[in-house]
């Protein structure tokens, strides 16, 4: 079955950047829409960035110039590259994967940024 698992987040300052990743398994990444969202206590579930099929891509306004999805067809993994980061970006976040009208989610990386 379709597992998602995150990887590497953790602490930075502002202004330092990281590079999440989303290893997928039991489909590809190039069959189906991937997506990174984020969470924060009490608010709802984000999307921060998109990538279709074909590998056009969409961002939220808030990371907009900031963060780069892209992936890696041979590996099969799905990044988010995230620079210039900002308090505000703290949560945790998520993996998702579209396959047709199913949604699969991996277990959520938390990132955190310093002052």
């Known amino acids: 079955q379709v597992q998602l698992v995150e990887s590497g987040g953790g602490l930075v300052q502002a202004g330092g950047s990281l590079r999440l990743s989303c290893a997928v398994s039991?489909?590809?990444?190039?069959?189906?829409?991937m997506r990174w969202y984020r969470q924060t206590p009490g608010n709802q579930r984000e999307l921060v960035a998109r990538?279709?099929?074909?590998?056009?891509?969409y961002y939220a306004d808030s990371v907009k110039g900031r963060f780069i999805i892209s992936r890696d067809l041979v590996k099969n993994t799905v990044y988010l590259q995230m620079n210039s980061l900002k308090p505000e970006d703290t949560a945790v976040y998520y993996c998702?994967?579209?396959?047709?009208?199913?949604?699969?989610w991996g277990q959520g990386t938390q990132v955190t940024v310093s002052l």
């Open positions: 998702n994967c579209q396959s047709r009208l199913t949604n699969y």
């Open positions: 039991g489909s590809m990444v190039s069959d189906n829409i």
């Open positions: 990538i279709f099929s074909g590998g056009t891509t």
